[in-house]
């Protein structure tokens, strides 16, 4: 059963990134989301996706190359990010269904990318910052990153980090553990 309630979109993306200022004229752009569709209900992590995104007005670095091991021979084979947006809707019901990510950069990445370029936001106004509620249920003083939080929570790093597809898999294995836990909101 799809009840928007039940189920749960992990999103993380991976965007260009340089080690120090980007080069004249380049701007930072998607060019991975990774999702996860989460059952709430029946504690289990349903299927791990990965969009691979063309940027247009950058290029992927030697520095992001080794970061998220994508390269831009293989981000060439992605599609557009307007294209990757209706995906998102068309696939995985983003305008409907509930959707975290670790932190807040992934949704402002979204909102700066979707207005620069025009596109319609692809994701419903029910967002869940899983970094700040793991950090509040934790009674942590400073706010993990996820390859930390997995450790606190005495879980392994599934995958390659900074991978998007990997770590919206390991998102939401934390996600599941809060709901085990009784710390994921409700519907």
Same mark, same amino acid.
Do not use: M, N, Y
């Given at each position: 059963m799809d009840l928007p309630q039940h189920l749960l979109n992990v999103v993380d993306v991976e965007a260009t990134c340089w080690e120090g200022r980007p080069p004249p004229g380049? *701007? /930072?752009?998607?060019?991975?989301?990774?999702l996860t569709v989460v059952d709430i209900a029946r504690r289990e992590r349903l299927?791990?996706?990965?969009?691979?995104?063309?940027?247009?007005r950058?290029? *992927? /670095?030697?520095?992001?190359?080794?970061?998220?091991g994508l390269t831009q021979r293989e981000v060439d084979t992605g599609v557009e990010f307007a294209e990757a947006c209706r995906l998102l809707g068309a696939e995985h019901r983003a305008d409907s269904r509930p959707w975290a990510s670790w932190g807040e950069y992934d949704r402002r990445q979204f909102e700066r990318q979707c207005r620069a370029t025009g596109t319609r936001y692809p994701f419903s106004s029910r967002h869940t910052n899983v970094k700040l509620r793991f950090t509040e249920a934790r009674g942590l003083r400073r706010r993990p990153g996820m390859a930390e939080a997995l450790d606190i929570a005495g879980m392994p790093l599934e995958g390659?980090?900074?991978?998007?597809?990997?770590?919206?898999w390991n998102i939401a294995a934390l996600v599941l553990d809060l709901a085990a836990d009784g710390e994921w909101p409700e519907g």
């Open positions: 380049a *701007v /930072s752009e998607i060019i991975e989301i990774g299927s791990k996706h990965r969009i691979l995104v063309r940027p247009k950058s290029t *992927v /670095s030697v520095f992001c190359t080794d970061l998220t390659r980090h900074h991978s998007g597809a990997d770590d919206a």
